[in-house]
């Protein structure tokens, strides 16, 4: 295990880890703890639809070690994404099952490097493309996976500027959050004290499968994502 590589003090605006876990745990119905067991995080994460991982971000608790192992390259591409949308059910398993099945060699994969521009300050919107760093998408791969999975279309630039808190989040922001992350939008709403839209989407089928196949890419390299790709474009005939 790793400490976090930006401890997030409490602030007004940014509420200290254990109200953050707790507003989680008030939108899914499910008592606060703190601090939290193993055990705990895996039921939370179950109601909600985030990432143990994603929990562990946001309560401020130190990430497997290889957590944010990565090929900087790779990540879920549009193309993958796209497709992956187009599939009827029973072949979106295919393909989350063929990317749970692949491996890769661990000296593939290097740590996560931040550019000077990618420092984030604490906050929610830092929180958020946080979150979207442990599924391997930067900015331009997050901009575009969430066009085509909420239709929330926004400029690579515009997601980085919620990290660094440049760009407030709204409700639009959190619907397109939301999607990538695979979660309802209340959550997201209540993580953040943010409104929710005022009539909020329902995450269809394929984007929830979508976001999952997003999550099963993390640590694949840019040859093995092609090749799922093209596994993908076969499925659906292209």
Not at 43 to 70: I, M, N, Q, V
Request: hydrophobic share 45%; proline share 10%; glycine share 8%.
């Amino acid at each position: 295990m790793k400490p976090l590589p930006s401890p997030e003090p409490s602030t007004a605006a940014f509420p200290a880890p254990a109200v953050r876990l707790a507003r989680l745990a008030h939108a899914v119905g499910l008592s606060a703890s703190w601090p939290p067991t193993e055990d705990y995080l895996q039921d939370l994460a179950e109601r909600t639809g985030l990432r143990p991982h994603d929990l562990l971000l946001a309560a401020d608790l130190p990430l497997p070690e290889t957590a944010c192992h990565f090929d900087a390259m790779a990540g879920a591409s549009s193309s993958l994404v796209f497709h992956c949308l187009g599939l009827p059910a029973h072949e979106r398993q295919l393909l989350c099952n063929r990317a749970r099945s692949m491996t890769v060699a661990p000296e593939l994969l290097v740590p996560l490097q931040r550019r000077p521009y990618e420092q984030y300050p604490p906050g929610f919107g830092s929180l958020l493309v946080r979150m979207l760093e442990l599924r391997n998408l930067n900015w331009s791969r997050a901009a575009k996976a969430m066009c085509l999975v909420s239709g929330v279309c926004k400029a690579g630039s515009t997601i980085g500027a919620v990290g660094r808190g440049a760009k407030p989040l709204d409700a639009e922001l959190l619907e397109g959050f939301a999607a990538i992350l695979g979660v309802p939008v209340a959550v997201l709403a209540s993580l953040t004290s943010h409104p929710a839209p005022a009539a909020p989407r329902t995450p269809a089928p394929g984007e929830l499968d979508t976001a999952s196949l997003v999550w099963e890419v993390r640590h694949l390299t840019v040859g093995q994502v092609g090749s799922l790709t093209a596994y993908a474009e076969e499925l659906s005939g292209a």
